[in-house]
Every structure is written in C-alpha cells, then in structure tokens.
C-alpha cells in the first residue's frame, strides 16, 4: 500500500497516460472532461430547445464512466491513500502566498482559505466561485474543450487547434496568477 500512496515519477504517469490515449485513438474515442456537461445537459432533454444539446448522448456513456472513475479516484485518493509528509510546496510560493495573506497550505496540496469548507461563508468567495465557473464553462464550450481535452488528446492526435488552446491556456493562466489574482486576494 506504501508503494501506492508515495508520489510517482512523472514518467510513470505519461507512460499511463500515452498508453490510455492509444487505445482511445485505436478504438476510435475521444477523450475530454468538458464534454460530460454536454452530454449530461442532453440526458435532461434540454435538446429539444436548444441545438447545441441534441445529440446522440448515449454513444458517451463511456466517457460517463470515466468521469464517475475520476470521482470515485479523486475520493479514495484524497481519504485513504493520502500522504501529507510527501508534499512539499516551493518556499518562494508560501511566501507569496503570505504576502496575499493566506496561510500555507500546511502539508496540503492546497490552502484552506481558498479550498477549504469555510470560503461557503464568505459571500466573496461565493461570488468569485460563480463567476470562475460560469467563465470556465463558457471558456471551455469558446475553446472547443477543456484544457484536458486539448492538452492530452488534441495535442497526443496533433490538432494545431488544440495547441493554439494549450497555448492560450498558459498565457491565461500566467496572467490570472501574476495580475488578477493579487488584485482579487
């Protein structure tokens, strides 16, 4: 069980990953996070008022699975195989961190102000968890998939789109955590 909860190597998550992606390709799938909501919006049967959601939802079913998986993963993660003394977070992050007044994540992969169950208090935090939702999901449907999409299946099936995205995903990202995130914290 050791063996499992300690961190890999990076390698050993790519070599999973490439493999995962060549059977997709082989079988003819598509991998992609962000189109579950599409699928799921269809189920409800919204299609019939809306375009975008009619579609035939049920050849997905198994990237359903796959997002159940990941749940299921994320939780027997989080509570049975975690391991807080393998987690180690630059010093110049903490002290930026600081610097916007939030306290170090503690041997947690992310800090309890911005993560943990009290930021439900805060009518801010609500907010802010709204409109990055609301933003995410449009930006995900504008770019034609997630950054999961785009950066492991675009880019492993060599889509120019999916690198321009990739590409804008980081840029975005640079500029959210240098120039909006202080301006928010």
């Given at each position: 069980m050791s063996f499992l909860s300690q961190t890999w190597h990076w390698s050993i998550s790519g070599f999973i990953i490439g493999l995962v992606m060549l059977a997709l390709i082989y079988f003819g799938k598509v991998f992609g996070m962000s189109s579950n909501l599409r699928s799921l919006c269809s189920m409800t049967g919204i299609g019939k008022k809306v375009p975008f959601f009619d579609w035939d939802w049920k050849a997905q079913r198994w990237n359903l699975v796959v997002v159940l998986g990941a749940m299921i993963g994320g939780y027997v993660a989080t509570h049975f195989m975690n391991d807080a003394t393998n987690?180690?977070?630059?010093?110049?992050?903490?002290?930026?961190?600081?610097?916007?007044?939030?306290?170090?994540?503690?041997?947690?992969?992310?800090?309890?102000?911005?993560?943990?169950?009290?930021?439900?208090?805060?009518?801010?935090?609500?907010?802010?968890?709204?409109?990055?939702?609301?933003?995410?999901?449009?930006?995900?449907?504008?770019?034609?998939?997630?950054?999961?999409?785009?950066?492991?299946?675009?880019?492993?099936?060599?889509?120019?789109?999916?690198?321009?995205?990739?590409?804008?995903?980081?840029?975005?990202?640079?500029?959210?955590?240098?120039?909006?995130?202080?301006?928010?914290?």
């Amino acid at each position: 069980m050791s063996f499992l909860s300690q961190t890999w190597h990076w390698s050993i998550s790519g070599f999973i990953i490439g493999l995962v992606m060549l059977a997709l390709i082989y079988f003819g799938k598509v991998f992609g996070m962000s189109s579950n909501l599409r699928s799921l919006c269809s189920m409800t049967g919204i299609g019939k008022k809306v375009p975008f959601f009619d579609w035939d939802w049920k050849a997905q079913r198994w990237n359903l699975v796959v997002v159940l998986g990941a749940m299921i993963g994320g939780y027997v993660a989080t509570h049975f195989m975690n391991d807080a003394t393998n987690v180690s977070i630059n010093p110049v992050t903490i002290q930026k961190l600081e610097v916007l007044k939030i306290d170090a994540p503690n041997s947690k992969l992310l800090p309890d102000a911005l993560f943990g169950n009290q930021i439900f208090q805060s009518p801010k935090m609500i907010l802010i968890l709204i409109i990055g939702g609301i933003l995410i999901g449009f930006g995900s449907r504008y770019a034609g998939g997630c950054t999961s999409g785009h950066a492991i299946s675009g880019l492993s099936n060599f889509q120019l789109p999916s690198l321009k995205a990739v590409i804008g995903f980081f840029i975005g990202g640079l500029i959210m955590v240098n120039f909006i995130f202080p301006l928010i914290f």
